[in-house]
C-alpha cells in the first residue's frame, strides 16, 4: 500500500461518525484496512482508500457540508488539550497558515500547500494535488473545511474562504454547488481566507 495519508486523518473520521451515532464498523466493511489500522497513529494508507472511505461516512452522515464540517472536525480534535493550548500560547491564526505547507506532509504526501501570504486576519493559500493524483470537489471541501478551522483553534471564529479557482472539473459537479465566482477545472485551488476577532 502506498504511503500517501497519514491514518490520523482516518482516526479523526472514525471519531466523527462515533459522535454522530454511526456504528463505526459500517465504514470498515469490504476495506483493507482495519480498526486495528487506524490505531496506529505513524501508520500511512493510499489516497484511493481515504477516498472510498470517505465517500462510505458521506453515506452514512448524509449532510450537504459533511466533507467540510469533516476537515473542521479533524483540526479541532488534532489540536485539543496541551497541543492547543501551547500553540495559542506560542503562535497565532497568521502564523499557522504560514506554516500549513510544512504542517501538511506530516498528514499527507498527495497535496501540495503553498501560501502565497499572511497578514494579521487574512490569508492566501493554494493546493495542488501530486501527480497522479487530482483534487475532487469533495476532496476541496474538505481542505476548506481544514484551512477554516484554523481562526477556531485560538477562540475566534472560522476564517471565511473564498475560492477564485478550484482544481475540481465543472461537469463533476451538480448545479447547487457550483459558485459563480469560481473558476472550476484549474490546476490548483486558490484559496482567500479572512477571520473575525476573537469570540469573548
Known amino acids: 500500500m502506498k504511503q500517501e495519508i497519514r491514518t490520523k486523518m482516518l482516526q479523526h ?11 463505526k464498523r459500517q465504514i470498515l466493511e469490504g476495506q483493507t484496512i482495519t480498526a486495528a489500522d487506524l490505531s496506529q497513529d505513524d ?13 462510505r461516512a458521506a453515506q ?39 506554516e500549513v505547507a510544512i504542517l501538511s506532509f506530516l498528514y499527507t504526501k498527495v497535496y501540495l500547500f503553498n501560501v502565497l501570504r499572511t497578514e494579521k486576519r ?23 473545511g481544514l484551512l477554516a478551522a484554523v481562526p477556531q483553534i485560538f477562540h475566534y471564529g ?12 465543472e461537469s463533476s459537479l451538480k448545479p447547487e454547488q457550483i459558485n459563480p465566482k469560481t473558476r472550476y477545472g484549474s ?14
Not at 473520521?13 to 456504528?23: A, F, H, I, P, Q
Not at 501508520?43 to 465517500?55: Q, R, Y
Not at 490546476?187 to 469573548?200: D, E, I, T, V
Request: hydrophobic share 35%; aromatic share 12%.
Open 13 to 23: 473520521m472514525y471519531n466523527y461518525l462515533e459522535e454522530k451515532g454511526v456504528n
Open 43 to 55: 501508520k500511512w494508507v493510499d489516497k484511493l482508500t481515504l477516498d472510498k472511505l470517505m465517500t
Open 60 to 98: 452514512l452522515v448524509p449532510v450537504p457540508d459533511f466533507f467540510y464540517q469533516l476537515g473542521v472536525y479533524s483540526v479541532l480534535e488534532e489540536t485539543k488539550g496541551f497541543r492547543g493550548k501551547i500553540l495559542r500560547l506560542t503562535e497565532t491564526p497568521a502564523l499557522v497558515y504560514h
Open 122 to 144: 487574512s490569508a492566501e493559500i493554494e493546493v495542488g494535488p501530486v501527480a497522479p493524483h487530482r483534487i475532487s470537489f469533495d476532496n476541496c471541501q474538505y481542505i476548506k
Open 158 to 169: 472560522l476564517a471565511n474562504i473564498e475560492e477564485t479557482h478550484c482544481a475540481a472539473p
Open 187 to 200: 490546476s490548483k485551488c486558490h484559496y482567500h481566507l479572512s477571520w473575525p476577532g476573537k469570540n469573548n
